[in-house]
Nanobody, 116 residues
């Protein structure tokens, strides 16, 4: 099983990034997919998730700035991030979760740094 994140980088405040997480080795269409982030010295927190029926959930801090989507043909989940602020600086991780099968997988993460 592999989850490979990409799309992170350095961006100025107010800018945008699109993160991608390409998976292999899982039946992607049956997994709830999520993006989490972890800043130095802080716990990992949920950013957004998307269910197999494509319903979505966002953390309150997102405030309408981010959008999660999935492409079941490409086994990929995306996170479009707009209006980035320095507080969004963190390592962003992709998660694949299938509760019924008790399977949970993580990617290695991609760094997002927002300068003021």
């Amino acid at each position: 099983v592999r989850l490979v994140e990409s799309g992170g980088g350095l961006v100025q405040s107010g800018g945008s990034l699109r993160l991608s997480c390409t998976t292999s080795g899982i039946a992607f269409q049956w997994y709830k997919m999520g993006w989490y982030r972890q800043a130095p010295g802080k716990e990992r927190e949920l950013v957004a998730s998307i269910n197999i029926n494509e319903t979505t959930n966002y953390a309150d801090f997102v405030g309408g700035r981010f959008s999660i989507s999935r492409d079941n043909r490409e086994d990929t989940v995306y996170l479009q991030m707009n209006s980035l602020i320095p507080e969004d600086t963190a390592r962003y991780f992709c998660n694949a979760n299938q509760v019924n099968w008790a399977r949970n997988f993580w990617g290695q993460g991609t760094q997002v740094t927002v300068s003021s």
